[in-house]
């Protein structure tokens, strides 16, 4: 009998071994696995739409400023910029993305984008141990409205100023919320020269300034 156990020990050892032990599938396909390749922990969206290779990086820099949150909460904020978004409401589908937190003084910078249409969503992200920075569904989530396409269709290099953005988010209806600024004077659109990159710090708002702030 004991040599039984032995031998049956020995059979599921070696069968083992050959074999990493497998929670769902790879991360190659967003799923986590145990043992194998470490999983990557990204915060938020993965670039490139989870498609593998190289993604696209051509500096170009979307910052700006909070001015008022509907309805007012202390949860944290997280703004979401997705180049060539082909799904709006799903955020599976695009060229390429990159994720920042809203700053403790309200205002936000999101770096290293590639040239294109640009949709910039805010997440009403959760608070304490459920804060993930990924839209879940359910999140109540803000998209900005462009309505003259000042953000479609960018050249590499393009530094966008969203000034003084208000955000109404819909509790009810989590992916109705909106962010709106007052005019288009408020959403500036610049070329980056080429003597600013590569640089570590964030460049003033613009060169003149924003417009005055409204009270």
């Known amino acids: 009998m004991a040599w039984g156990v032995v031998w049956v020990v020995l059979f599921l050892f070696w069968c083992g071994c050959g074999n990493e032990l497998e929670l769902g599938t790879s991360t190659e396909d967003g799923t986590l696995r145990i043992g194998g390749d470490p999983p990557t ?16 990086v051509e500096e170009t820099t979307v910052r700006g400023n909070i001015f008022n949150t509907r309805p007012p909460s202390l949860r944290p904020l ?12 799903v955020f599976r589908d695009f060229r390429d993305a990159e994720v920042a937190s809203v700053e403790d003084d309200r205002t936000f910078h999101v770096a290293n984008l590639a040239a294109g249409s640009l949709t910039v969503v805010f997440l009403l992200d959760q608070a304490g141990a459920n804060q993930d920075g990924t ?3 359910g999140d109540p989530i803000a998209i900005f409205h462009d ?13 966008v100023v969203l000034s003084d953005v208000e955000i109404a988010f ?8 909106i962010a709106t600024v007052g005019s288009d004077a408020h959403i500036f659109v610049a070329r980056k020269p080429l003597a600013s990159l590569p640089s570590s710090d964030p460049p003033p708002l613009s060169p003149a300034g924003p417009p005055p ?3």
Do not use: C
């Open 41 to 56: 922990l990204r915060f938020g969206a993965q670039t490139g739409g989870g498609v593998s290779g190289a993604r696209p």
């Open 78 to 89: 997280v703004v979401f910029v997705f180049v060539d978004l082909r799904d709006p409401g």
């Open 135 to 137: 839209i879940d569904p």
């Open 147 to 159: 309505p003259h396409g000042l953000l479609q269709n960018l050249p590499a290099m393009s530094d």
């Open 170 to 177: 819909n509790l009810e209806v989590p992916e109705n919320g």
């Open 213 to 215: 702030r409204r009270r």
